[in-house]
DNA sequence: TTGAAAGCGCTAACAG
DNA sequence: CTGTTAGCGCTTTCAA
């Protein structure tokens, strides 16, 4: 019952059903008939013959050959997250548009694996890579770039400025976020923070305490708690903030899925948004608007960063060279809706 | 300021480092030192070369040799959308674990993209492919079949049962949802569906109509609505109904994305839910139990189908032979939540 | 125990 | 206008 996979059909069979050589089917078949005046006759009938045969040139052989794969590598952390997944599909768009295909990667927010699967897309001869790395270590990525592959980092970052990145404007965001808590009367913000030492993460504690200096308020750092991005940490920081600190009267949740966590710990806490406590959260959401209580939040252009992303890569493909500008800051919107109620 | 790319270390030149021929290299290299008796000191005189050069041996070489490539390739409508976005994670984690890489491919919803894109993977020899066609029009797709190249569908299928597909049960889906409404009393109920003639679509009709009908309630066409799964669709789709039949007591989304739509266009319309209006849902979302009214919903278990689909195109590839059973469904779970209430 | 050579499918330089 | 040939980087006969 098993049969073997149908053989594709080669050039060179194509060339004998055409009664010419390789060669000749071969410029025939890529458009050159006129560089090679090649008579019209044979080009037709080699076009026939593949046609025919429904030849398909194998691009592997292609690949080898010219040494130009198309194929663009992307190492995520997690695809089945949306923010991820909209900035896979930008980027899969645009290898599209430029004939380019994606190799897609989840590195499953581990080290390790994201190296050995960078790895594994190099042997691949991949000619660009999008990376949002997973920890702070990035002397692979910064091997890469010695190496001369063109690379894009998404999201997250490092502290090294040479690596192209493209980012939300983290800081401001987070800064304008607590201002809003601040001018309703909160004093003591609880946040709910991701992966720490990140660079997302990291800003936007900048951002937070900033905005709490510059009205006066000492920053605590017992106000903060949580480790990841996800649901669970949302839950665990929410629920460790407000029974450690009564005086909370307003959370800043580092994510939708933190914020999502928010929502768990206080609907078992009893705690009434935005009566008993105030919320706002980095990332929208589709449904955001339909909450019990409609939540405010800071908007990443995820579609942009995923655009800007892809241009830069391909940019880098086409003409060799990096771009000057290496850091590359997308603005975030601010969605005032209703989760926030004035404190006094 | 361009500088050419890094060249690959060849196998060639770790043989020259290690004063062998690429034979023995590739020997070596491949741990066939045993077999072809090879000495532990030209064995390791050639891995400290290797690894001296950091040599990363060229897949695609590896491959148009072999003819084996070790890719998978996947066609999703939209990876932007969390199912399909769950779908590829599963398929990318499975590729991993068995050093494949996955090739991905956005078709946005458009037959014609699809053939292509499909094209486009098959020149690259993928081993295996798993689509969720766009259309009703599956020739491309039975001819992949014909040609031996394993194929899985997945969400989306068609009335050609030789296809291997992996779907959720969305006909009992559809008529327990159903039976949750009229088991309150609604009668008239309103379905917003998604994309017509697909076979989720079609199979939700059906369910539907099977419980009206044992119900001895008689269908009305009138009260189906809508044309996409997307967010646009429900609120139209919800407007439409709710305008032209003021009877209707209850409303059946076929996606979250319909359902969100719903939401805004009740929204608009100063019905409440659940008290004007029941809402049911296909597809839970992490955010329905915090909506203003906690969403009832059909949840697909979409981990699951991409895992299924994930196993079954490997057992292809690795058997070479096609599974006996064709058709899978997954069983799909109730959430009871609070959007229906009772009518009387 | 190792090397030379062929060949996977394709393109391009060179030769008519 | 077309064919012959070499070679992309690798594995695997075949030969020693």
Redesign the pocket.
């Known amino acids: 019952m098993s049969q073997s996979a149908n053989?594709?059909i080669?050039?060179?069979e194509v060339a004998e059903a055409a009664?010419?050589?390789?060669?000749?089917a071969?410029?025939a078949?890529?458009g050159k008939a006129e560089a090679?005046?090649?008579?019209r006759?044979?080009?037709r009938s080699v076009q026939a013959a593949a046609k025919r045969l429904q030849?398909q040139?194998?691009l592997?052989?292609?690949s080898?050959?010219?040494?130009r794969t198309k194929l663009l590598g992307v190492v995520l952390p997690n695809i089945a997250n949306p923010f991820f997944a909209s900035i896979a599909r930008e980027i899969t768009l645009a290898a599209e548009e430029n004939e380019f295909s994606v190799l897609l990667a989840d590195s499953q927010e581990n080290g390790e694996t994201e190296v050995h699967l960078v790895e594994q897309l190099q042997a691949r001869q991949i000619e660009g890579l999008v990376v949002c790395p997973v920890g702070i270590q990035n002397q692979h990525l910064t091997k890469i770039t010695r190496q001369n592959l063109p690379l894009v980092l998404v999201d997250r970052g490092f502290a090294h400025k040479d690596l192209v990145t493209v980012t939300s404007d983290h800081r401001e965001g987070a800064r304008v976020a607590t201002k809003l808590l601040t001018d309703q009367g909160h004093h003591q913000i609880g946040v709910l923070q991701g992966l720490p030492d990140t660079l997302p993460n990291t800003e936007r504690l900048r951002g937070y305490s900033e905005e709490l200096k510059r009205c006066g308020i000492t920053f605590d750092p017992t106000l903060i708690a949580g480790n990841h991005f996800d649901e669970s940490s949302g839950y665990h920081a929410a629920h460790q903030l407000l029974s450690a600190h009564p005086e909370i009267t307003a959370l800043f949740a580092f994510s939708n899925q933190n914020a999502l966590g928010a929502l768990r710990a206080t609907a078992e806490l009893g705690r009434n948004i935005p009566d008993d406590l105030s919320l706002i959260a980095f990332d929208d959401h589709p449904f955001a608007a339909y909450l019990a209580a409609p939540l405010t939040s800071v908007c990443q252009d995820v579609s942009q960063l995923g655009r800007v992303a892809a241009s830069l890569l391909m940019e880098q493909i086409k003409t060799g060279k990096q771009p000057i500008e290496k850091q590359h800051r997308i603005p975030v919107e601010i969605i005032n809706r209703s989760s926030i109620a004035k404190f006094e």
């Open positions: 053989k594709q080669t050039l060179k009664g010419v050589s390789v060669s000749t071969s410029r078949l890529a090679y005046r090649i008579s006759s044979t080009e030849f040139p194998s592997l052989a292609k080898l050959r010219s040494q």
